[in-house]
Every structure is written in C-alpha cells, then in structure tokens.
C-alpha cells in the first residue's frame, strides 16, 4: 500500500512584542494608511533580548508541537528547519533546536530557500516519510528577520516580522498528506533580493558594515511581479494536474508576503477569500514562518479531508506549490506560550 506523508500536528510560536505601523511612523517616513494600503500589515512581531535567535523560537514551536501531539522527544527521527536567518554561520539552526528540545535520536539540518524554504523542507521532510526510511520527522519554519532589517529603510523595515511554525510528519496509508508538489528555482533573481554581504564571497568586514550591507536589499517593483506571476502558476499547475476545482479546495494557504499578491494567486485559482488563510495583518512577512504559523492559526477550522494548496515565492528566486490532504480533525490540546 502506498504510504504518503501526512500532517499530524502543528506547533508555532510568535514574540511578545508588537511592532505597530503607529510605531514605524515614528522611525520612518511612511504612515499606517500607507503600509495597510500596499501590504495589508497592520502589526508584526520582534524577537528582544540579548543571545536571542531563531532557534529560540524554534524550539517553542517544537516544544508546543511534541506536547500537543503527546509525542516524546526522542522518538522524532529527522528535524528539518529551513530558515534564512540562522543563529551561526555554523553549526546548523536544527541542532541547536535539537538540542534545546532534547531530540538526540534524531538528524537534523538546516535548508534555505529564502521564503519557499518551508514547502521545499515540507518536501524533502515527506520523502524520508514515503520511502518508510523514518516514522516521525519534525519540519521548522523560522526567521529573526528583525535581525537583518534595516529600520531606516522605509521600503523594507515595514514588511517583515519574527516568529515560527512547525509540524510532524508522520506516515499514512489512508491518501492523505502530501500528494504532489512543484518546485522551481531560478538563480537569476539573486540581484533583486538578497544580503549582500555576510557570506564568503563578501565576508563581514568594517566595510561591509559601514555600507549597510548585511541588511536586506530588495527591487520591490520586479520582485512584485515575478512572485505575483509564479506563485499563481505554480498553485493554479498544481491545481490542473490533480483535476482540482476551485470547489475542490478548501484552503489556500499562501505565503504572507503581501496582500495583493496572495490576492493575485487566490484570483488566479478562482478561489474566493473565504478560503484563503490569512495572517499578514498580525504578523507581517516572517519568511520560512508564514506557512507553518497559518497552519497553526487555522487548525482549530481544519477537518479530515481538506484539500489545502500551499503556495510561496522567495529570494533567489524561489517558488512552488504543494497540494495535501489534511489529516485530521480540530482537537483540543496544551499550548506552551
């Protein structure tokens, strides 16, 4: 029997502290009518605090995923993080999780891809799953994208937030989980969005730092456009190739980057809003974290059978679209905050 990688469980954790567009209208020319206009974000949240980085909220989201589904930290086989914004350069983000979260029967790795880095993680997690290699893989999305915002660049420091999301991956013989995927990357969109410096080819130096260069640099207008078009294509390919309706679905779960292009994409598959998963306004672009802190948010209205859509559009470029087959009916659960 076909054995398919489902979803049994969704763990997130966001900052206490809220960053308001009322409160970047005192750092940056730009006011709260303006940013809800052209992102739909009213508020997002920071991670404070001294030696506080993704792992951080990482491990949260896996801490509150293990409690919810009464899953022992030792029986995970394989934790994935896919993040962009590391705690080090090295070891990876994972084992840092790993540890903090006591999975030591476990592999872990870290996987980036800007802000697909989660579906592409989601994939390469169900793989493990679907071969019958392992039992229980543990997928993280988070960023600190806080820690590389320039909060004087009015065009960025308004879109991005902090948090985190994670789910298990266990095995299914019953069609639900993941049942197909695409999966694109097109290295020739580095210039449009990217860190400049901070990497090998230009490592930190007085120079670099003087520059501003380990911040987030971005050409809003082309990536705007790249990602309203391939997001939407790669969820309405997904959606042909498995025969779906737009009746057929019951959830898009989009990538928060902006609110016009999760608008575009929905449009596209001519789905309506009421089924298009949607916190942006709450949290604004946490990058790896957008899909996984939709999941989360959204559990509670999920029920056995869903056909969901995942869609995301990253830095590089990076984009896809995954379709799955929710696993589960709402139950209730311990949360740690």
Same mark, same amino acid.
């Given at each position: 029997?076909?054995?398919?990688?489902?979803?049994?469980?969704? $763990?997130? /954790?966001?900052?206490?502290? %809220?960053?308001?567009?009322?409160?970047?209208?005192?750092? +940056? !020319?730009? *006011? &709260?009518?303006?940013?809800?206009?052209?992102?739909?974000?009213?508020?997002?949240?920071?991670?404070?605090?001294?030696?506080?980085?993704?792992?951080?909220?990482?491990?949260?989201?896996?801490?509150?995923?293990?409690?919810?589904?009464?899953?022992?930290?030792?029986?995970?086989?394989?934790?994935?993080?896919?993040?962009?914004?590391?705690?080090?350069?090295?070891?990876?983000?994972?084992?840092?999780?790993?540890?903090?979260?006591?999975?030591?029967?476990?592999?872990?790795?870290?996987?980036?891809?800007?802000?697909?880095?989660?579906?592409?993680?989601?994939?390469?997690?169900?793989?493990?799953?679907?071969? $019958?290699? /392992?039992?229980?893989?543990? %997928?993280?999305?988070?960023?600190?994208?806080?820690?590389? +915002? !320039?909060? *004087? &660049?009015?065009?960025?420091?308004?879109?991005?937030?902090?948090?985190?999301?994670?789910?298990?991956?266990?095995?299914?013989?019953?069609?639900?989980?993941?049942?197909?995927?695409?999966?694109?990357?097109?290295?020739?969109?580095?210039?449009?969005?990217?860190?400049?410096?901070?990497?090998?080819?230009?490592?930190?130096?007085?120079?670099?730092?003087?520059?501003?260069?380990?911040?987030?640099?971005?050409?809003?207008?082309?990536?705007?456009?790249?990602?309203?078009?391939?997001?939407?294509?790669?969820?309405?390919?997904?959606?042909?190739?498995?025969?779906?309706?737009?009746?057929?679905?019951?959830?898009?779960?989009?990538?928060?980057?902006?609110?016009?292009?999760?608008?575009?994409?929905?449009?596209?598959?001519?789905?309506?809003?009421?089924?298009?998963?949607?916190?942006?306004?709450?949290?604004?672009?946490?990058?790896?974290?957008?899909?996984?802190?939709?999941?989360?948010?959204?559990?509670?209205?999920?029920?056995?059978?869903?056909?969901?859509?995942?869609?995301?559009?990253?830095?590089?470029?990076?984009?896809?679209?995954?379709?799955?087959?929710?696993?589960?009916?709402?139950?209730?659960?311990?949360?740690?905050?």
């Amino acid at each position: 029997m076909k054995i398919t990688a489902a979803i049994t469980g969704v $763990g997130s /954790y966001v900052p206490d502290y %809220v960053l308001t567009n009322q409160e970047l209208e005192k750092m +940056v !020319d730009t *006011t &709260d009518e303006w940013i809800t206009t052209r992102t739909g974000i009213k508020e997002r949240r920071i991670l404070k605090g001294e030696n506080q980085g993704t792992s951080v909220m990482g491990t949260k989201a896996v801490q509150q995923l293990l409690a919810k589904t009464g899953t022992k930290p030792e029986e995970i086989d394989l934790l994935i993080c896919s993040t962009t914004t590391p705690d080090l350069v090295f070891p990876a983000t994972a084992n840092i999780i790993s540890a903090a979260a006591g999975i030591t029967q476990a592999f872990s790795f870290d996987m980036q891809a800007a802000c697909s880095g989660f579906l592409f993680a989601l994939a390469t997690g169900a793989q493990y799953i679907q071969t $019958g290699t /392992y039992k229980k893989v543990v %997928v993280v999305g988070a960023d600190k994208m806080s820690a590389i +915002v !320039d909060y *004087t &660049d009015r065009a960025n420091c308004i879109i991005f937030g902090d948090g985190a999301g994670a789910v298990l991956l266990e095995p299914s013989t019953e069609g639900y989980g993941l049942l197909d995927q695409v999966l694109r990357t097109d290295g020739t969109g580095e210039q449009y969005l990217y860190q400049k410096a901070g990497g090998s080819r230009r490592p930190p130096s007085s120079e670099t730092v003087a520059n501003r260069e380990h911040f987030i640099h971005q050409e809003g207008a082309t990536v705007f456009k790249f990602a309203v078009t391939n997001m939407a294509n790669v969820a309405a390919q997904v959606m042909e190739r498995n025969h779906l309706t737009n009746d057929d679905v019951a959830w898009l779960v989009p990538h928060q980057a902006n609110k016009r292009i999760i608008d575009a994409t929905a449009h596209r598959m001519g789905v309506g809003p009421e089924k298009v998963m949607l916190n942006i306004q709450r949290y604004g672009n946490t990058t790896n974290a957008t899909i996984p802190l939709c999941l989360a948010d959204y559990e509670s209205q999920l029920h056995q059978g869903d056909n969901l859509v995942l869609a995301a559009f990253g830095g590089g470029f990076t984009w896809g679209s995954i379709y799955l087959k929710w696993a589960y009916d709402p139950k209730p659960g311990p949360a740690i905050s």
